[in-house]
Nanobody
Framework: QVQLVESGGGLVQAGGSLRLSCAAR????????MGWFRQAPGKEREFVAD????????YYADSVNGRFAISRDNAKNTVYLQMNSLKPEDTAVYYC???????????????WGQGTQVTVSS
């Protein structure tokens, strides 16, 4: 079964850090640009960051640039998101997926995973 499994979310105070993981099952990620996306309550899902298939190129939404860092380990079939200096407005469910050249999700792993909840308190 092809699926993405996100983990690592939690409740953290403003200014704190979290590291999210996304493990792919049933399909390797090593030839795809992979990205993180998030959806806050009452809002549409939005792009956060993506990373090229070898990891040599990364791109971030303006809202997280300088605070978040995306990385990948193709040997472990896993993508990571290190989140620092968290703000209440970062509160959302975070998802990973393959990403296109224009930073949109590409559904190569079936439907979205269950996501991981990040809650930042002020």
């Amino acid at each position: 079964q092809v699926q993405l499994v996100e983990s690592g979310g939690g409740l953290v105070q403003a200014g704190g850090s979290l590291r999210l993981s996304c493990a792919a099952r049933g399909r390797t990620i090593d030839t795809y640009t992979m990205g993180w996306f998030r959806q806050a309550p009452g809002k549409e899902r939005e792009f956060v960051a993506d990373i090229s298939w070898r990891g040599g190129s990364t791109y971030y939404a303006d809202s997280v640039n300088g605070r978040f860092a995306i990385s990948r380990d193709n040997a472990k079939n896993t993508v990571y998101l290190q989140m620092n200096s968290l703000k209440p407005e970062d509160t959302a469910v975070y998802y990973c997926n393959a990403a296109s050249a224009v930073h949109r999700p590409v559904m190569l792993f079936g439907s979205w995973g269950q996501g991981t909840q990040v809650t930042v308190s002020s």
